[in-house]
């Protein structure tokens, strides 16, 4: 048991240099370009009456020609005056801006993003959530990455709003560990995570490879299944995009209901990934946790030395806290050292948690109850 434990801490620490080393390694070299494509920005919005002002305020803020990016609102059967909200702001904006309805009968975020990249009028469709914030230079880059690059897909970073507690510095650690990772498996050739709320594709190849077709069945994973079929047909078309101009900034979660909920809708899509490379990171991230539940449980049995867990604990914080902190550095959060350790003693609980819960049972999302 020892040698193994061992041998898992010893991989893991290995395995997190690695991604600290590639991620400090992706440099961002903006293509110096003149010719602006056409961009659909496409948001599927469901009860959203309390963000989404907020997001079309930042989108037409877009330093970028008026002219050459619409907006698409689909409103995906939303229980509140979301839909009016945008109505009102399209009589009072000159932003190329639209609403559509997602078919009714047909419910969940990834029909009514197909609603939206059907009726899109751009090339290039980009894609964020409806509780976000986008930076005024977010199209720009965009475009600059397909105009200059011949991108058929890029992702960029996502970071929470800033919020006061440990409760949402919490949220922010786990986010910037899930963003460095994306980005750091791409850089390696084995790209498993992306965010949705900040992605832009080619409309073109979206239609292509079939969209959404082969995962319509679950309910979320619209950016990482799709990010992985282009990655899998143009893997040099793919790219993470490091350039603090481009961070967007999303609504962490207030509640430990909401908040679990989303971890397990997160959690539940792994084990449909087709490229078990993208799992090696999910699987090395489960192993270690639940192996320090089970040390931290062997408390109540003789012969199971304190120090093994102690030692396994720091050696697991130390390279966390080496890799995601320059991550959180990247996106200009504090690092508060002293209460990710004090998070880390918890998070093994949390992790082992969610990667078993994760495979059974339904979830709440957006008043849904889903599988």
């Not at 979301?82 to 639209?98: C, F, G």
């Not at 059907?118 to 090339?123: I, N």
Request: charged fraction near 20%; proline fraction near 3%; charge should be positive.
């Amino acid at each position: 048991m020892n040698l193994m434990i061992i041998a898992t801490t010893i991989a893991y620490i290995l395995l997190l240099l690695l991604m600290r080393r590639t991620w400090l390694g992706i440099k961002n070299k903006r293509p110096v370009v003149s010719e602006e494509v056409d961009i659909s920005l496409v948001v599927a919005a469901r009860d959203e009456v309390a963000n989404i002002s907020a997001l079309l305020e930042s989108a037409i803020a877009q330093k970028y020609p008026i002219q050459s990016y619409e907006v698409i609102i689909v409103d995906d059967h939303s229980t509140d005056t979301t839909a009016e909200v945008v109505q009102a702001y399209k009589a009072s904006s000159d932003m190329n801006l639209r609403l559509l309805r997602a078919e009714s009968g047909h419910n969940g975020k990834k029909n009514a993003l197909k609603t939206g990249i059907l009726a899109a009028k751009g090339s290039v469709i980009a894609t964020t959530d409806a509780d976000c914030l986008l930076p005024d230079l977010w199209l720009k880059i965009i475009s600059e990455q397909f105009s200059g690059k011949n991108s058929k897909l890029i992702f960029g970073p996502v970071a929470y709003k800033a919020m006061p507690g440990v409760f949402q510095y919490w949220q922010q650690w786990e986010l910037a560990a899930l963003i460095g990772t994306g980005a750091a498996s791409w850089k390696l050739g084995m790209p498993n995570m992306c965010n949705g709320a900040n992605m832009a594709f080619d409309k073109s190849t979206f239609f292509e490879l079939g969209g959404y077709s082969d995962n319509e069945h679950i309910a979320s994973g619209d950016d990482e299944f799709f990010m992985h079929k282009v990655y899998d047909r143009y893997p040099s078309q793919v790219h993470f995009i490091k350039d603090k101009d481009a961070i967007v900034e999303t609504e962490a979660n207030t509640t430990i209901k909401k908040l679990f909920h989303q971890r397990k809708r997160w959690a539940g899509k792994w084990r449909f990934y087709a490229n078990k490379k993208a799992m090696l990171t999910a699987f090395m991230v489960f192993m270690i946790n639940m192996l320090l539940v089970l040390v931290s449980l062997s408390f109540f049995f003789p012969k199971v030395s304190l120090s093994l867990w102690f030692g396994l604990l720091s050696a697991k914080y130390i390279a966390e806290a080496l890799f995601i902190g320059q991550v959180m550095k990247f996106m200009g959060k504090p690092c508060r050292y002293g209460a990710a350790l004090l998070l880390s003693v918890v998070y093994p609980f949390y992790a082992f948690f969610f990667g078993i819960t994760g495979n059974f049972g339904t979830y709440e999302w957006k008043g849904r109850h889903l599988r």
